[in-house]
């Protein structure tokens, strides 16, 4: 084989494997180029400023600014009131302005949404204004949740009359938890005057 064939090999194999780089740089562009697109872009700065991601996530669910802005300052976990709200914005027919009422009172808001948006896939016609109440009232969201779909699932109860049994089941009924009584086999102790002895004076020797 010739010298210049070599050299005419070698320039062949680099073309082509310049060509089938740039093939594969192309297609991975063009894939980051519709996950861009595909998935809505945040803002850099509200990766770390959790009152601007706040404000931005209430804007989506379609907050009024001046509503959001107050909302948002007031927060004592800005981002989880922005998410409880726009998940169940997104995932329930209650509009924004009405989960950001009953998020904003909570302690824990995100299990609020997590309560809202199971009790209303997972149960037959409810009352959506009644569940966001039902789970903004409850002290345990996740439990009270739980607890309606099991019951639903197992009886013939309506969901409000589910929503209002759970409810009620929280405050613990004296009839669940009745006071304890005393033992009868123990003897009970009373104390009269003349059997509570009299406190010790110390002698004093000078006197």
Not at 64 to 76: G, L, N, R, W
Not at 83 to 88: A, F, K, S
């Amino acid at each position: 084989m010739s010298k210049q064939s070599g050299i005419e090999r070698i320039r062949s194999f680099r073309n082509r494997t310049l060509a089938l780089s740039r093939q594969f740089c192309a297609t991975n562009l063009a894939i980051v180029g519709l996950l861009a697109i595909a998935i809505p872009s945040i803002p850099a700065s509200a990766a770390s400023n959790k009152f601007e991601l706040c404000v931005l996530e209430l804007d989506r669910a379609n907050v009024p600014p001046e509503q959001a802005i107050k909302a948002c300052a007031e927060a004592f976990v800005p981002e989880d009131l922005s998410e409880c709200v726009l998940r169940i914005d997104l995932q329930t027919p209650t509009s924004g302005s009405d989960a950001l009422e009953a998020c904003k009172k909570v302690r824990r808001p995100v299990e609020l949404a997590r309560c809202v948006i199971t009790i209303n896939n997972r149960t037959q016609n409810p009352e959506v204004f009644s569940v966001l109440d039902h789970c903004r009232r409850s002290l345990l969201p996740l439990r009270f949740s739980e607890c309606v779909i099991g019951l639903s699932s197992q009886s013939d109860f309506s969901t409000a009359r589910t929503l209002e049994t759970c409810i009620a089941a929280e405050d613990f009924p004296s009839q669940l938890f009745p006071p304890s009584s005393p033992n009868p086999s123990s003897p009970r102790l009373e104390f009269t005057p003349d059997t509570i002895p009299a406190p010790e004076i110390p002698l004093n020797s000078d006197s």
